[in-house]
């Protein structure tokens, strides 16, 4: 199993992994220590400036992406790279597959929005607060995500058949997404916030950006350590990622097999919704039909999978196109049908 890692992840040079990580601590770093190194309201220039540089470091290392496969630096385990005819196809391909990757971890990642307006409405938590629990959250994420795509590489590098059992996941998952698009999660029968108020002390109120206080205990007068409704929120948006990411992940391996494009994607298609998360989180109630399209692109991406069984290949760029014609599609339908809804009521969101 070391074997197979390092061949996975040594496909890339060493180099470029660290420059990758790299750039990743530098932009949360930038986002911390410079424009969230004491609490506040995120306002929405500054919300706007920070998603729109996110998502264009995103699009831009698309030109790095094409870069490296062009000069060979990568030995590639997917086949559509691999087998490119000439140094350019290789990394035209590779170029039109991180975006396709890209889009789609984005757009799969928009849902998680509406999950996390929901945590953090439930325990009423400031908007001046709610960038610690996202910042920590990414941290998870970036290794979840790492964990989650090596295991996935990993098996479809020894079982190629693992593939069809992902596309046929995806293919039920979409089917499912549809079907449930207007259910609504239940945040107080979670069953995770069922286990943590029955293992540990929960404050009833937000202690600024803490997540654990001491106060006494209600029965003693002992002062013992308390769990804030922050750190709640935290552990709830982290199973809500590593249930996203149960979908995510098989969609960019459905996409392609290489681990520096999977991993890369994934990362910065995260790191830009979060960013977006302030912007988007007071309208997300505009983009209801974005869930039917997300649907349809999980059918999409797990049935290519199998259609290409009987067709052959499918252009990447063919891919990205429908992929974004579809989402596309419903941001519009959505943006139109609620264009005479009444704003959002106020909530903890707006607080």
Sequence with gaps: MVEIFSSLFMGMPIWVWLAFLAIVITILAIDLGLLHGEAHEPTLKESTILAGACMTLGVAFSAVVWWLYYNGFATSL?????????????AWTAWELYLTGWVVEQTLAFDNVFVMAMIFSYFAIPRKYQHRVLFYGILGVIILRAIMIGLGAALIHQFEWILYIFAAFLVFTGIKMFIMADQEPDIANNPILKYMRRHMRITDKVHGEKFFVHEPDPKTGKIVRWATPLFVALVLIEFADLIFAVDSVPAIFAITQDPFIVYTSNIFAILGLRSLYFVLAAMVHRFHYLKYALSL??????????????IGKIDPAI???VTIAILLGGILLSLWKTRNDPPAAKTALAE
């Design 78 to 90: 997917d086949d559509d790279i691999a087998n490119a005819a000439s140094d350019s196809a290789r």
């Design 319 to 321: 891919s990205l196109t």
């Design 297 to 310: 692109v999980l059918v999409y991406v797990g049935g290519k999978v199998f259609v290409q069984q009987f």
